[in-house]
């Protein structure tokens, strides 16, 4: 299966761009990068994906480099509302036909007023 | 739309009793499954199902079993709770059928809290 490796925390400033590393390695070449985020006490949110172009939505950019090997989460400006562990997850093929998505420790971000 | 709907919020458990944990979507998502998340663990698959009679095991399926009798519901039965089982589960739900594509978005509950003493 292919896995991913995060930082286990950064830290940045309010209002200073934040980015978050991913490294994929064994990525396959139909696998789409996905980054999730959880805020304190809530499930999972879907932030942002990607498959070989740099993405950007009104949440985050994705930026994938050329060999696809690591991508990078960009928070343009990082609010206090930010904070939360960062989840970047692989589509994994499970059993035959089917597929299972499994995530890893992701990255704790803490926002410094 | 209501989105993924978890029940209960809260549950305390004594060893050794069953329950079940309730997850439902409004949103004709083909794609469901079951996470627990522990301290320090991040959130790990339990159970997972493609479509309405197909279910399949993820990292840690001991001591839970699922069934998936319509595409709306996946409960998570707990058969005989240990402490071990104490834990944070999560349901979650994404568009796609068994041909499951990697660009589908998961949608998360808002979690269920469970104790086992």
């Known amino acids: 299966d292919a896995k991913t490796t995060q930082p286990n925390s950064m830290e940045s400033n309010e209002e200073e761009p934040v980015h978050l590393p991913c490294n994929h390695s064994?990525?396959?070449?139909?696998?789409?990068i996905h980054w999730y985020r959880q805020l304190p006490s809530q499930g999972p949110e879907y932030v942002i994906h990607?498959?070989?172009s740099n993405v950007n939505n009104r949440m985050a950019s994705l930026a994938i480099a050329e060999d696809r090997k690591s991508s990078t989460l960009i928070l343009h400006r990082a609010t206090l509302r930010d904070a939360a562990v960062y989840y970047c997850?692989?589509?994994?093929?499970?059993?035959?036909?089917?597929?299972?998505?499994?995530f890893g420790k992701g990255t704790l971000l803490t926002v410094n007023p | 739309n209501a989105g993924v709907t978890q029940t209960p919020k809260f549950q305390v458990l004594k060893t050794g009793q069953s329950m079940t944990l309730q997850c439902a979507q409004d949103?004709?998502?083909?794609?469901m499954s079951w996470y627990r998340q522990d301290p320090g663990m991040g959130l790990r698959l339990i159970h997972y199902?493609?479509?309405?009679?197909?279910?399949d095991q993820g990292e840690v399926p001991n001591g839970y079993n699922v069934s998936r009798s319509t595409t709306e519901d996946f409960p998570l039965r707990l058969l005989s709770a240990a402490p071990s089982q104490t834990s944070v589960y999560f349901c979650?739900?994404?568009?796609?059928?068994?041909?499951?594509?990697?660009?589908?978005?998961?949608?998360f509950g808002a979690g269920s809290r469970l104790t086992v003493l």
């Open positions: 979650a739900s994404s568009s796609g059928t068994v041909y499951f594509a990697g660009a589908n978005v998961l949608t």
């Open positions: 064994t990525i396959s070449g139909t696998d789409y």
């Open positions: 990607g498959l070989t």
């Open positions: 997850i692989l589509r994994d093929k499970g059993g035959g036909s089917n597929y299972k998505l499994t």
């Open positions: 949103m004709n998502h083909e794609y």
């Open positions: 199902s493609v479509g309405a009679g197909i279910t």
